[in-house]
């Protein structure tokens, strides 16, 4: 462990475990770490955040030099991408999230997960652009996959993942399956 990543390190530790049921039958409950810097914390220390701002930034500028701009997903990635554009100066893309399509979009796609599902909206992707996306948390890669394709029928090239966390080894399988590298600051 890293001198800059003790903080990082202590809240996924410290991360509440919580039971996420898909729909109200209440079948198929998936547990679910409630990590400060994901799509579901709430509170987060503002030392946590330089860490993990200046650790992702850190690691773009070190393996990521040739894109266009950053996409981050809603819900937990876009907070991370936002800052880390910041502090690298890049352009930033926010992939939108919706449980239902509104009229002004200009693509859109269902994303579903082991506890939820809704619409990733993909607008200002031009053909040729060249795109690194920024998550929060890679867990089976679902949501990572849907980007991707969605990106390639778009003719949006996808240089790589950055993500702050990653579960397992699925990861491995996205960086084979889209051959691209995908980033991390911690593993569980």
């Known amino acids: ?4 990543s003790v903080r990082l390190y202590e809240s996924i530790s410290k ?10 039958t209440k079948e198929k409950p998936y547990d679910f770490k409630l990590y400060p810097f994901g799509e579901r914390g709430t509170f987060i220390d503002p030392e946590l955040i330089r860490e993990i701002t200046d650790s992702l930034a850190a690691s773009i500028a070190a393996q990521f030099s040739d894109y266009d701009y950053i996409a981050s997903p809603e819900p937990g990635g876009h907070t991370w991408g936002m800052l880390t554009a910041y502090k690298l100066m890049k352009p930033l ?3 939108r999230l919706s449980t239902e399509l509104y009229d002004n979009y200009e ?12 619409y990733i909206y993909f607008d200002g992707f031009k053909p040729g652009d060249r795109v ?6 890679i867990s089976s890669g679902a949501t990572i996959r849907c980007i991707a394709d969605q990106m390639e029928r778009m003719g949006v090239q996808l240089v790589g993942v950055q993500a702050i966390l990653v579960k397992g080894d699925y990861y491995q399988a996205l960086e084979r399956d889209y051959t691209v590298p995908v980033r991390f600051l911690s593993k569980v």
Do not use: F, H, Q
């Not at 462990?1 to 800059?4: Q, R, T, V």
């Not at 693509?107 to 809704?118: D, G, P």
């Not at 690194?132 to 948390?137: A, C, F, G, R, S």
């Open 107 to 118: 693509v859109s796609i269902k994303r579903e997960t082991a506890y939820n599902e809704n």
């Open 1 to 4: 462990m890293s001198a800059s």
């Open 93 to 95: 893309n926010i992939l």
């Open 132 to 137: 690194l996306l920024v998550d929060d948390v």
């Open 15 to 24: 991360a509440k475990n919580v039971r996420i049921c898909k729909d109200k």
